[in-house]
């Protein structure tokens, strides 16, 4: 048996650096990709670590639409397709609040 998660809307509390505090709501892979960076903390994310079709579009998105502080840092690795990547990090303070009812 496979069982998958749903990535519904969910509210998140995003943590101002003067001290307010806003809410946004995330949904889809969006949702996803900044789940996996509250997980991650200060070491970030790559697609290699962790596979997603789009991550510099969920970047964008979290960004952009939501406007929180995301960092990218190209790193180099090697391998049969050696070349670069990216790392994510995220640097504003971000909760979980609700999933919130569909």
């Known amino acids: 048996m496979h069982i998958t998660r749903r990535w519904g809307k969910a509210r998140f509390a995003v943590h101002q650096s003067d001290g307010t505090v806003r809410t946004i709501i995330v949904q889809g892979r969006d ?7 509250m997980v991650a903390g200060p070491k970030g994310c790559t697609p290699i670590d962790n596979p997603g079709p789009r991550w510099s579009a969920y970047i964008f998105d979290l960004r952009h639409e939501h406007g929180l502080d995301i960092e990218t840092k190209t790193e180099e690795h090697g391998g049969a397709f050696s070349g670069h990547h990216a790392r994510y990090v995220l640097h504003t303070r971000v909760t979980l609040s609700v999933e919130v009812a569909a």
């Open 31 to 37: 949702r996803w990709a900044l789940e996996c960076l």
